[in-house]
């Protein structure tokens, strides 16, 4: 068993890990949490102890064998707690991850396979992100971004990189989510900003920022 500070350690390092080419220092860490660094270290300190995680100042932090394995169990519970919130329970998808983060704690040894299985076995959380299957393995994740399509191509939405409210809500407002269809008409040179049709319909610009949190395939 472990605490819920310890299991959030846990699920922030395998998220920056799932980045390239990533070094995972503490101050990486403290970013993700929120957390200030000299309680990063501490923590740190103590899932070196329990080895969960080896740390060395050259390569950073890096999860062990088990740590992996805790991490994507937590991973999955909290994904599958957003299917869930949305599918079943009618929330919306700006409304599940504060909720997921605390359900994601319940430690039941059977309550995700049998929440798996409920649900039909889901690929994909509602922000688009893989849920880990019971045997580990990971359904592929998106990359590639709106920002790295040519004026002209079509791609559909398959993720988003920013899961906060301000950003969700603001899809909510253009009508984008899971799935829907965006053109890029034209690219900004001034300022990177992008023109784009949502659903064949008439044109919006949006910024760089918002491009790349936009995640296609």
């Not at 049998?114 to 580990?136: C, S, V, W």
């Not at 990359?143 to 002209?152: A, E």
């Amino acid at each position: 068993m472990y605490t819920l500070s310890e299991e959030n350690y846990l699920k922030a390092i395998y998220r920056i890990a799932q980045q390239k080419d990533v070094k995972i220092t503490p101050t990486a860490i403290a970013e993700a949490l929120g957390n200030n660094p000299a309680s990063v270290v501490d923590m740190i300190r103590k899932l070196t102890e329990k080895e969960l995680i080896a740390y060395d100042k050259k390569v950073g932090v890096k999860l062990t064998p088990q740590g992996l394995k805790d991490a994507v169990l937590i991973v999955r519970r909290h994904r599958l707690w957003e299917v869930f919130l949305l599918e079943k329970l009618g929330y919306h998808w700006d409304e599940i991850h504060d909720i997921a983060e605390e359900l994601e704690h319940i430690s039941d040894a059977t309550l995700a396979d049998r929440l798996d299985k409920f649900l039909g076995f889901p690929e994909y959380d509602p922000h688009g992100d893989p849920i880990p299957k019971a045997n580990g393995k990971v359904p592929k994740s998106f990359s590639v971004t709106l920002t790295d399509l040519k004026p002209g191509a079509a791609c559909r939405v398959a993720a988003v990189r920013d899961t906060s409210n301000s950003f969700l809500q603001y899809l909510i407002k253009l009508n984008i989510g899971i799935g829907t269809r965006i053109q890029l008409v034209e690219k900004i040179l001034f300022d990177n900003s992008l023109v784009i049709s949502i659903n064949g319909k008439e044109n919006t610009t949006v910024s760089q920022k918002f491009g790349e949190n936009i995640l296609i395939d």
